[in-house]
């Protein structure tokens, strides 16, 4: 399993020859210039909420590479409407696609399209895969509801947002980290923007002295689980 971070809450994932987008917000990212939104292979787009900073180039990928778009059902539903492929979901519900499994899990946070629409309930992934297991937070505030995470899977990665105001912050991540049963941990959705900017030698010496490891990859820069 390999893990690209394309900047703020975007990743591709490439699983068994298959590649999956999460969250694509690469153009209207001024960080992620260097990057070439249009030779990024895709099958899959999976999206925790509607929000722009997560969906900003859906349309435009979606239309290059006719990849399915995976997320909660408004979400599906409405770029369904507009003739993409999709497949919609909602919380505790999995699928299997020919990449690994894929369950909705839940997110505290908020969730419309940019014209103020409804984006349903926001959500997080839970991805197995090639004998590895990650979870995607998306947006989310700390939950108890990420303490069943483990219950049912043991992961090797979790991918949490760091960069607080929006978000849970640095130190709520190491509370989920505690709560996935996970001290493996991918940070993301920092330093886009003045909101959510944070010191990385600071919070990489927080999970430091509690026993975990945070991740902070460069834009465009890769991990092999």
Known sequence: ??????????????IKGKHIL?????TGNPK?????????????????HAHQDHTLDVEAIASRTGAVIVSNYEIASHYGAKGFNHHPM????????DFGN?????AHH???FPDGSYGGQPGGFVIEGEHKNIYIAGDTALTMDM???????????????????????????????DFVDCDKVLGYHFDTFGYI????????KKFFDAGKDLMLLEIGESIVL
């Not at 999460?22 to 690469?26: A, K, M």
Request: net charge negative; aromatic share 10%; glycine share 6%.
């Open 197 to 204: 900017e944070i010191n990385h030698d600071a919070a990489k």
């Open 147 to 177: 303490k069943l995470i483990p219950l049912r899977t043991q992961l090797d990665l979790a991918i949490l947002p760091i960069g607080n105001n929006f978000t849970m912050d640095v130190e709520d991540a190491i509370f989920a980290s």
């Open 110 to 112: 908020t969730s419309s």
């Open 1 to 14: 399993m390999k893990i690209t971070f394309y900047g703020h809450a975007c990743l591709g994932i490439e």
């Open 22 to 26: 999460v969250d694509p917000f690469i």
């Open 90 to 97: 909602n919380h505790g519900g999995s699928w299997t696609f």
């Open 102 to 106: 894929v369950k909705y899990v839940t």
């Open 32 to 48: 992620a210039s260097h990057i070439d939104s249009t030779s990024i292979p895709v099958d899959y787009i999976l999206l925790t």
